[in-house]
T-cell receptor, first 111, second 113 residues
Framework: EDKVVQSPLSLVVHEGDTVTLNCSYE??????LLWYKQEKKAPTFLFML????IEKKSGRLSSILDKKELFSILNITATQTGDSAVYLC???????????FGTGTRLQVTL | DVKVTQSSRYLVKRTGEKVFLECVQD?????MFWYRQDPGLGLRLIYF???????EKGDIPEGYSVSREKKERFSLILESASTNQTSMYLC????????????FGAGTRLSVL
């Protein structure tokens, strides 16, 4: 059975801090790993990673995948209150179209 | 931009009622999904569909059914709602051509009393 574990479950940081969110996985025939941000409603897509060691970057957010150790990290630098959200990690196995999600990390950024 | 629209943001139903949740996507995606999201349990897949009139059970299909008569529309049906089906329901769609990135609707928060 495919499994995704995210840590920490939640954290509170001050604006300007840098945070690292973790995602480890076990999946049959790995194809890709995806990160989503969920505020009040729909999860919105952030990154898709398929290859080890290649950093994906978008503004203050970046992510990298290690397929040997079966994990990914999501970094957020110079956090802002607008970064407060639940961050979801998901893996896509083999040729199937469905994703397996972790339970998410709840990030709260305070002033 | 991909748009996935769920017909209701909030629904309140009585135990035993038949409930329909509707989802429409405008990007001609072949794959559509229904999830429920509960605190501490994350997103759990109820059903998905990879083509019109096709459906596959997800991880928690019990108590639910689905219908996909048109490519853009995927309906989730609770035949006889129960209180343990109170949850946030999220619909998503994806295309095999785009790496199976799923795009989500805003969600329907269903309360069964």
């Amino acid at each position: 059975e495919d499994k995704v574990v995210q840590s920490p479950l939640s954290l509170v940081v001050h604006e300007g801090d840098t945070v690292t969110l973790n995602c480890s996985y076990e999946v049959t025939n790995f194809r890709s790993l995806l990160w989503y941000k969920q505020e009040k409603k729909a999860p919105t897509f952030l990154f898709m990673l398929t290859s080890s060691g290649i950093e994906k970057k978008s503004g203050r957010l970046s992510s990298i995948l290690d397929k040997k150790e079966l994990f990914s990290i999501l970094n957020i630098t110079a956090t802002q209150t607008g970064d407060s959200a639940v961050y979801l990690c998901a893996v896509a196995p083999g040729t199937a179209s469905k994703l397996t999600f972790g339970t998410g990390t709840r990030l709260q950024v305070t002033l | 931009d991909v748009k996935v629209t769920q017909s209701s943001r909030y629904l309140v139903k009585r135990t035993g009622e038949k409930v329909f949740l509707e989802c429409v996507q405008d990007m001609d995606h072949e794959n559509m999904f229904w999830y429920r999201q509960d605190p501490g349990l994350g997103l759990r897949l109820i059903y998905f569909s990879y083509d019109v009139k096709m459906k596959e059970k997800g991880d928690i299909p019990e108590g639910y059914s689905v219908s996909r008569e048109k490519k853009e529309r995927f309906s989730l049906i609770l035949e006889s709602a129960s209180t343990n089906q109170t949850s946030m329901y999220l619909c998503a769609s994806s295309s095999s051509d785009r790496g199976h990135i799923q795009y989500f609707g805003a969600g329907t928060r269903l309360s069964v009393l």
